[in-house]
């Protein structure tokens, strides 16, 4: 089965950077969706960057848009997420997941689309 682990979260000041990465095991195929998530205490959860792996079209959420770039480097079933320029309000929970089942719509970054999820790892932005 497909199992997804994450890392490089940590804490830093505003306008520092991080890289998460997410490892994948058990890697069946290409899936239909990868995308990052986070939740922040007190809010739902929220989709921050997705990419569609067969053409590398990748999608932010507005409030992330020129400071956050997904990637994927498809020799080491990884998935990245380049965070710069952080700030106090990007401070989360953050979780990679897949989509192995539904399709067709990466660009929403939709949690109901996603059926395989990893652990999380934690990312603080202090000021």
């Known amino acids: 089965q497909v199992r997804l682990v994450e890392s490089g979260g940590g804490s830093v000041q505003a306008g520092g950077s991080l890289r998460l990465s997410c490892a994948a095991t058990g890697y069946t195929g290409r899936p239909y969706c990868m995308g990052w998530f986070r939740q922040a205490p007190g809010k739902e959860p929220e989709g921050v960057a997705a990419?569609?792996?067969?053409?590398?079209?990748?999608y932010n959420t507005g409030s992330v848009k020129g400071r956050f770039t997904i990637t994927q480097d498809n020799s080491k079933n990884t998935l990245y997420l380049q965070m710069n320029g952080l700030k106090p309000e990007d401070t989360a929970m953050y979780y990679c997941?897949?989509?192995?089942?539904?399709?067709?719509?990466?660009?929403?970054?939709?949690?109901?689309?996603?059926?395989?999820w990893g652990q999380g790892t934690q990312v603080t932005v202090s000021s």
């Open positions: 997941a897949a989509d192995y089942r539904v399709g067709g719509a990466c660009y929403s970054i939709s949690v109901p689309q996603y059926n395989i």
């Open positions: 990419i569609y792996p067969r053409a590398g079209n990748t």
